[in-house]
């Protein structure tokens, strides 16, 4: 009988991963586990189409991939105990004899900062014998990082294809570049996506930690860059260390113009300025505050992740710049420049925590983009709950579909500390977009008090979906 319990990866293996943004694994379900998954699939496709969100519950026997402890293993060491499974999900049909475009997935049409911390994860399965020929997701490593195409007019080397027997799977850091490949055989190939997030930040490492040290891998797969300070500060917060690498570098003033100077560059090699400013002590972090406030929209964004690793020097700078920019009103690109600031006292966790009332007072503001990043950051504070949570709470009343699901993202980072947030929840159950229901109902789970978990079976026996219930198939057997 297969163990429940996770599989969890190794150093290595997460090495590859913060490097290359992906893994390709496999579980070892018997042949006849993946034929029935697939004969369900082309049954359910032609007879009603995509099942959409709901692919989970119309292919009942799917749910025993998400318990399988490969895939549990995987997202345990990636997103750490008790991530949640996002509630959009779908399952991709391929057989075009030409390649998909390179794309990044989006938020729902929410506009935000991409992380670089594995915030958000995404798991690809094919659950049947997918050879180059059929038409495997392609992924390009290493690129999960990147906001442009760097590799725009040219075809990219590297390519790494989710190619395998059936049970093959594709762990991707969420904000990954990826596309279909080519399906010359025109038979059927299908590829269930399933999105994941972090509930919880990490204390100390949730993979098969044995060594304390960073190094890279043996197998590196990276066409365009190397960033050596950014997977360094990956695998030490992984570890739980924030800010890990502030002050670790020394640079003069005539460096820390150059790293300035950098950051309207070739977009990895700004990267890696942001990072190494990020190092440099008070220098580095005041030449980042000030790049922060950039008409290049670009330069300002790469900026606020230096500084959003930058430690507790940071913190004290980005709040003041978000009432400096609140009053200038000229500035081209405030919104852009507030919520870039937003994101980085959000990353910054508990070191921030002296920002909670100057991100409360936000939610004021008449941008809808900075509203979004603020009930992101909020989420992440590790001071000042009964302030957040009662804005959180509010948040879900907000006129903004994309804030209020956003907000009820936010509350399942809390647990039971947002109890008071459980009327919100409740009314936020018979919200008219999808994702909010959704999301609230995914917080009432993790708040887990009795009133919450009353709520959420309630809810959930109300909405209960009968997956052999057809058009073909009404009430018998």
Known sequence: MQSNTPLLLTDEQMRSFITNGCLILKTDFPREFHESLVEQLNTVYTEEGN????????????????????????????LGPNYMMHAHRHGHFNASSVAGGWHKDSYWGYKRMRNHHPQWAMIMYFPQDTPVELGPTGVLPGTQNYESRTFEGNEPEGEVLASGEAGTFALIHYDIWHRSTPNVLGQPRYML??????????????WNNQESEWRKP???????????????????????????????????????AELSAGLSRFEPDAINAAYELAASGESGVDALLQAIHSEDKNVSRLAAYGLSVAGSDAVSGLVAALAAVENEAAEANAEEIIANAV?????????????VPALVNLMQHPSETIRCAVVDALGLME?????????????????????????????????????????????????????VRAHAAESLRYVGTERAKDTLIKFLLNARWCP???AKNAFYP
């Open 383 to 435: 001071a000042g709950h009964d302030q957040v949570v009662a804005c959180l709470g509010d948040a879900l009343r907000d006129e903004s579909a994309q804030v209020r699901f956003m907000s009820s993202l936010a509350l399942s980072r809390l647990g039971a500390s947002a109890e008071a947030a459980i009327p919100q929840l409740e009314s936020a159950l018979d919200d008219e977009n999808r994702y």
């Open 51 to 78: 099942p959409g969100n709901n692919l989970l519950p119309r292919i009942r026997e799917l749910r025993k991939v998400f318990d399988h402890p490969v895939v549990t293993g995987a997202l345990t060491s990636v």
């Open 343 to 355: 994101f980085a006292l959000g990353e910054l966790r508990g070191l921030a925590s002296e920002a």
């Open 193 to 206: 996506k399933f999105e994941f997030m972090r509930t919880e930040l990490p204390l100390s490492p949730s």
């Open 468 to 470: 052999t219930t057809t």
């Open 218 to 256: 043996e197998a590196l797969q990276l066409p365009i860059a190397q960033h050596d300070l950014m997977w360094e500060e990956t695998w030490n917060w992984l570890s739980g260390q924030v800010g890990s690498i502030a002050n670790t570098v020394s640079s003069d003033s005539q460096r820390i």
